[in-house]
């Protein structure tokens, strides 16, 4: 029985190690009025050679007025590596779903209103870096948002222990979290 929660354990900690969060500074282009944020996280995950890129909860903020957007999520993306960096590309539409931030309610979220809404997705990365465009056309509006991501992630991977390597320690400590929950 050890054994079986051994592999599940090393198997958790492979699983973590494909997906990275980017904390990332956000730059909104809407009608030529920019706004920022910091501290934005954006999940990039490695599935055999494809991707999935999620920006979750996002939202427009403008003169002091916040207008909850939702998350914006691709999946199933051919990764190109050169250069020492993976790019993705995405040009289709997507349907944008409610955020869960624990600020905004569920019908808050414009996002979902809109229905399908086409996006063309330009995202460079590496381990520790990310570099993404998300241009979003509103054709009811008549308008294009432009979404600039810039991003950083941990250099250390797969430190679930929290002491700063990554060791057979974190193994355990995955199947200490399992055996006692």
Known sequence: MKKIFA?????????????????????VVVNGVVSEQDEVPVVVNNNN???????NNFCLTAEGVTMPVGNIAVSGVQGVDEYGYTTI???APITITAGNDGVHGQDEWIGPMLGEVPIDLTARFTGTALDANIDIELAVMGQTIGV?????????KGDVNDDSEVSVNDVNAVVDIILNN
């Open 148 to 156: 600039s991501l810039f991003g950083v992630a941990p250099t250390i």
């Open 49 to 55: 050679g494809t991707y999935d890129l999620s920006l």
């Open 7 to 27: 592999i599940i354990a090393a198997a958790c900690c492979a699983l973590s190690l494909s997906a990275t969060t980017y904390t990332s500074h956000i730059k």
């Open 89 to 91: 590309k995405f040009k």
